[in-house]
């Protein structure tokens, strides 16, 4: 099993930047991605970011694409999200994920990703 737990959320001002941390603990894997997925009230889970764990590439969700930035560090096997410029439809509850068998045509679905955090919640006030 792998355990994610997310942190760094809160509430931050429109504009303004927040980062938000996941730590993954227990069984580790080297392949697949690990991915950051968010929701808001009333509507469904959308897709942020993405990164593959061997070779780093990145993939970003359309409603964000330019502001947020997410890394890893295999060594702490830890994925963070950078994000900047926040807007109030930026708020919702942001989840990390983590898949070992996420094909490169399921990065951006939540099903393909076996683990999940708990979540933590973001709010941009306006």
């Known amino acids: 099993q792998v355990q994610l737990v997310e942190s760094g959320g809160g509430l931050v001002e429109a504009g303004g930047s927040m980062r938000l941390s996941c730590a993954a603990s227990g069984r580790t894997f080297t392949n ?12 469904e889970r959308e897709f942020v970011a993405a990164v593959w764990r ?43 994920a983590a898949g070992s068998g996420v094909i490169l ?7 393909a990703y076996n683990y999940w955090g708990q979540g933590t919640q973001v709010t941009v006030s306006s």
């Open 32 to 43: 697949g991605a690990m991915a950051w997925f968010r929701q808001a009230p009333g509507k």
């Open 54 to 96: 061997r070779a780093g590439n990145t993939y970003y969700g359309d409603s964000i694409r330019g502001r947020f930035t997410m890394s890893r560090d295999n060594a702490k096997n830890a994925v963070h999200l950078q994000m900047n410029s926040v807007t109030p439809e930026d708020t919702a509850v942001y989840y990390c």
């Open 105 to 111: 045509s399921s990065v951006r679905t939540a099903t």
